[in-house]
Nanobody, 122 residues
Framework: QVQLVESGGGLVQAGGSLRLSCVVS????????MAWFRQAPGKEREFVIA????????YDVDSVKGRFTISRDNAKNTVHLQMNSLKPEDTAVYFC???????????????WGQGTQVTVSS
């Protein structure tokens, strides 16, 4: 079965950077569109950024544009989320997801990781 495992979260001061990783097992990550969602306490899970299955087209939300970058590392079967210029409002549990197409709709994604905590202090 397909399994996604996130890592790389932690505590960082505002303006700092973190790099999250999502390791895909069971099937190559290139078989899926890959996305990152995040969920803050008491809030709904929110789409952040995604990369398409075949042509590596990416899409991100305005709140992270210019700060977050998604990429694939095929040699290690991983997807990364590079987060720069972090803000306190970026604090959330970040989830990796895999699905058939690049979309902002969480329900379309089939496989999910367990999440990794990102905390940005001011």
């Amino acid at each position: 079965q397909v399994q996604l495992v996130e890592s790389g979260g932690g505590l960082v001061q505002a303006g700092g950077s973190l790099r999250l990783s999502c390791v895909v097992s069971g099937r190559t990550s290139s078989s899926y569109a890959m996305a990152w969602f995040r969920q803050a306490p008491g809030k709904e899970r929110e789409f952040v950024i995604a990369i398409s299955r075949s042509d590596d087209q990416t899409y991100d939300v305005d709140s992270v544009k210019g700060r977050f970058t998604i990429s694939r590392d095929n040699a290690k079967n991983t997807v990364h989320l590079q987060m720069n210029s972090l803000k306190p409002e970026d604090t959330a549990v970040y989830f990796c997801a895999a699905g058939p197409v690049l979309t902002v709709t969480a329900g379309v994604y089939v496989y999910w990781g367990q999440g990794t905590q990102v905390t940005v202090s001011s």
